[in-house]
């Protein structure tokens, strides 16, 4: 009956994952003070950490959603802008690596991988370990825990994570490294193996001084569980609750630490001590609003109500829960804890509806959802036995059975051992109920042993581990005595030697001062009239150039918001001219110039907004003049726009055509591609293409070009102002018909990016 609180344990396996990607105690830190010290700090490099560090905590925030994400790339995409311009090589790594994260919680695994891996190259290629490091960390974490041979990767990643920070003696970083490794071994069921590690990283946070390690006493405490070792199991989950109680832990940890130290006393049946913790694990979640946890933290707690003989409050539990189930899978399971709930108090008439239910259920769930048909199996067998229908008790017994079978798990082999012995009892066959009975107390012998196995081991790794800590604080201690002799040796030796050339010194000045002081003098004055009289000159031409300077940046920045309020009162006169206008084709013409000089008007406003006044931010500036074509068309977001823009920075000579074709292509597509109101979709992509080129493409899945005009194209003015444009860039100009229309615009454009 204890299989269905293995499984929820399950459930909880990868909580402690996101510490793998904390590289900054920053990021312990909640958003609030995060953001207020962004406020308040001016340093560059200050600056890159803490929108790094905010970035990373969105990601991981309880209950974030694409506000939380988009926020995140935002930080991203500043903090490697800033990097870049004050050259910081850390901020530039740690900034791709959350750029990574975040597409990788968008569900753009590949790109996020593809990303990630730039970020290792480029800490490669300039030698910065802990950014090779970090880059594996976040490798590591595209690869999936569901699947075995990604799981492997990802353990191979964290270990060469691990083995640099144990090089460069990164304590810090080692610490939530080691508990990642562990993490990534327990799901590969290397149970001792992973233990190690864990009183491993216990170690090196209190060698460091960080008291926060009840994550480390959790997860040894949930092994033990899983192995059996009950006793062990409650001493490390109680001392994961004293560590978080000391350290002001209320974050959802505490929430599975609890959970844990309930299923503990669940599984000796001591549901009496199981519940307050259950409960205590239950508000947690319900605090941070966590539809996971409370689903599953209330089928425990409801499960524990009904084994202290209150039924109601169980019962009432399970339906709270109805608002969270997502799928069949959810529902099956919520039923299958009503029908045990109620057989257990034995209400077989009202448990009898709920078997019906799940036996309904169970048709809609994959067979391969063995978590959730353990259970029901499970449950229905008991039922089935209970109001003595032995056909159907035999049909769900021999299904748990071949369940838990193929999975080897000895309680619940033994569960089915002890179904077997009931049902054979009831039908009077005694020869083969006591061959049952045999065999489960032959495996109850077998996990047994295996339990005082894992004891001793236990107890191994935990006397191992004090004698490395007298060893370390033996050796310490006789290194503090060794070096304070060697200091307080090294100290006279220095104080002799200081002294004796004191000495000498003091008696040659006193010999030689009368003679030098009148020349020296002399000689003092003269150099300080020189360096008076080139500091005042120096001053004066630092003054000089520095207004020149000055005036230089208001210049330009006067001369883009002149030529922008120019094309700003041209754009104004033009429009004024559309409403004295009764040719449909004449306002057709003035309403496209009023959009190209829109295209140019807008790259001059954000030259003379900007502080860089001679390049153009791309992403920016193509997002602002989509959305800026679309509200002038008013098309009621019929057309989505796809935009693919890398981060480009291009001179004003270059940004302007792009503007232009841009504003051409999508003003044709949406005219002319997309007839009758006609919804749509623009793909538009600028990006690297070659060492030295660029490529613009811009595509629509509209009517397509009229037949015989993709041979010769160019009886537009649009079409013929794209090509001259694409000329003016020194590049090709291709349109053709794929399922609409095509454009794009190869140029050359000799800078590099990573």
Request: glycine share 4%; charged share 25%.
């Amino acid at each position: 009956m204890l299989m269905k609180i293995f499984s929820l344990l399950m459930l909880f396996t990868i909580s402690t994952i996101s510490v793998m990607a904390q590289n900054s105690s920053l990021e312990e830190l909640p958003v609030s003070e995060l953001k207020k010290r962004l406020s308040q700090h001016h340093a560059d490099t200050m600056k890159i950490k803490l929108k790094i560090a905010l970035g990373r905590v969105l990601l991981v925030k309880p209950g974030g959603g694409s506000l939380e994400i988009d926020t995140a790339m935002r930080y991203s995409i500043e903090a490697e802008q800033l990097s870049r311009r004050i050259g910081y090589s850390k901020g530039i790594i740690n900034a791709i690596l959350l750029r990574a994260l975040t597409l990788n919680k968008k569900n753009e695994a590949d790109t996020g991988l593809k990303t990630a891996k730039q970020a290792l190259a480029y800490s490669i290629k300039i030698g910065e370990e802990t950014g090779i490091a970090e880059s594996y960390v976040v490798i590591g974490q595209h690869y999936a825990i569901s699947k075995p041979e990604e799981l492997v990767k990802r353990m191979e990643y964290y270990r060469k994570a691990s083995d640099i920070f144990r090089k460069t003696h990164n304590f810090y970083r080692l610490a939530s490294s080691l508990q990642g490794d562990a993490e990534m071994l327990l799901l590969n069921r290397q149970h001792m193996e992973a233990i190690k590690i864990l009183f491993e990283a216990i170690n090196v946070n209190k060698s460091i001084g960080n008291k926060s390690i009840q994550g480390i006493y959790w997860l040894i405490g949930r092994t033990l569980n899983e192995l059996g070792d009950f006793p062990s199991a409650l001493k490390y989950s109680l001392l994961a609750i004293k560590s978080a109680k000391a350290v002001n832990d209320t974050t959802l940890t505490v929430a599975s630490i609890n959970f844990t130290t309930s299923s503990v006393y669940t599984y000796m049946k001591d549901y009496k001590n199981a519940l307050p913790y259950a409960l205590k694990a239950l508000k947690i979640a319900e605090h941070y609003n966590d539809s996971d946890y409370i689903f599953t933290i209330s089928i425990s707690t409801a499960f524990n109500y009904t084994r202290v003989n209150k039924l109601d409050d169980a019962l009432k539990l399970l339906r709270n829960i109805w608002q969270y189930a997502k799928n069949d899978a959810d529902s099956l399971y919520i039923m299958t804890y009503f029908l045990g709930n109620l057989n257990y108090a034995k209400k077989y008439k009202e448990a009898a509806f709920y078997a019906g239910e799940v036996t309904r259920l169970l048709k809609k769930i994959p067979p391969d959802n063995f978590n959730n048909r353990i259970t029901a199996y499970n449950f229905l067998a008991a039922h089935y036995i209970d109001t003595r229908q032995i056909k159907l008790a035999y049909q769900y017994a021999d299904a748990y059975a071949a369940v838990v079978r193929s999975f080897n798990f000895p309680i619940g082999i033994r569960s089915v051992e002890n179904m077997y012995y009931k049902l054979d009892s009831l039908q009077g066959n005694y020869k083969s109920a006591i061959k049952h009975h045999l065999l489960s107390e032959e495996i109850k012998d077998s996990i047994e042993n295996v339990t005082k196995a894992y004891q001793v081991s236990l107890l191994q790794i935990e006397n191992d581990t004090e004698k490395k800590n007298n060893d370390i604080d033996t050796l310490t201690k006789a290194g503090h005595a060794k070096d304070d002799a060697l200091k307080r040796t090294q100290l006279m030796q220095k104080v002799i030697m200081t002294m004796s050339v004191l000495l000498a010194i003091i008696t040659a000045l006193i010999f030689s001062r009368y003679r030098l002081k009148q020349r020296t003098n002399r000689k003092l004055e003269e150099s300080q009239r020189e360096l008076d009289q080139k500091n005042t000159y120096l001053e004066s031409m630092n003054t000089e150039q520095e207004k020149l300077l000055k005036e230089k940046e208001w210049l330009i920045k006067e001369v883009h918001h002149r030529v922008k309020n120019n094309l700003q009162m041209v754009t104004s006169l033009l429009s004024s001219q559309t409403t004295y206008l009764d040719n449909d084709a004449a306002i057709l013409a003035v309403n496209d110039s009023l959009r190209r000089m829109q295209a140019m008007s807008m790259i001059h406003q954000k030259l003379y907004q900007d502080d860089n006044v001679s390049t153009i931010f791309m992403p920016e500036y193509i997002d602002e003049l989509i959305h800026y074509l679309r509200d002038s068309f008013d098309d009621n977001h019929r057309i989505i726009f796809n935009q693919k823009i890398e981060n480009l920075n291009l001179d004003v000579t270059q940004a302007i055509p792009l503007g232009l074709i841009i504003t051409e292509s999508i003003v044709n597509s949406i005219k002319y591609a997309f007839l009758n109101s006609k919804a749509g979709i623009v793909d538009i992509s600028l990006g690297q293409e070659g060492p030295d080129h660029l490529l613009l493409f811009i595509a629509d899945n509209g009517t397509g070009l009229p037949k015989g005009m993709e041979k010769s194209p160019l009886n537009s003015l649009g079409l013929d102002l794209m090509q001259g444009l694409a000329r003016q860039l020194k590049g090709t100009f291709q349109i053709e018909n794929n399922n609409g229309v095509q454009i794009k615009i190869k140029f050359i454009h000799p800078e590099n990016t990573i």
